[in-house]
């Protein structure tokens, strides 16, 4: 069973930055990939970024740019570096985890940002 618990979420002024944690109960290795989705309210649930096992990392249109994904393998963690936050980017913040055809989420993290 994997596990999955983000922290970090927070309050931002526009332009600001936040970073968002996502800590796997085990080895992040095996996962096929490790993503970041968002959901606004009364939206659906949108991909922000995701990393492969491989260390392939795709970005949404959205935040290329401005949000940057990495992996710390030691400590099973995968991070959300957010720079230069709009408004829109106020969310829920879900890690998710691809392991064999299971999808194992988060229970997600509030990010809001201020204009």
């Known amino acids: 069973q994997v596990q999955l618990v983000e922290s970090g979420g927070g309050l931002v002024q526009a332009g600001g930055s936040l970073s968002v944690s996502c800590a796997a109960s085990?080895?992040?290795?095996?996962?096929?990939?490790i993503a970041w989705y968002r959901q606004a309210p009364g939206k659906q649930r949108e991909l922000v970024a995701a990393?492969?096992?491989?260390?392939?990392?795709n970005y949404a249109d959205l935040v290329k740019g401005r949000f940057t994904l990495s992996r710390d393998n030691a400590k099973n963690t995968v991070y959300l570096q957010m720079n230069s936050l709009k408004p829109e980017d106020t969310a829920v913040y879900y890690c998710m985890a691809k392991v064999a055809k299971f999808d194992y989420w988060g229970q997600g993290t509030q990010v809001s940002v201020s204009s």
């Open positions: 085990g080895s992040i290795l095996g996962y096929n990939y």
């Open positions: 990393i492969s096992s491989g260390g392939i990392i």
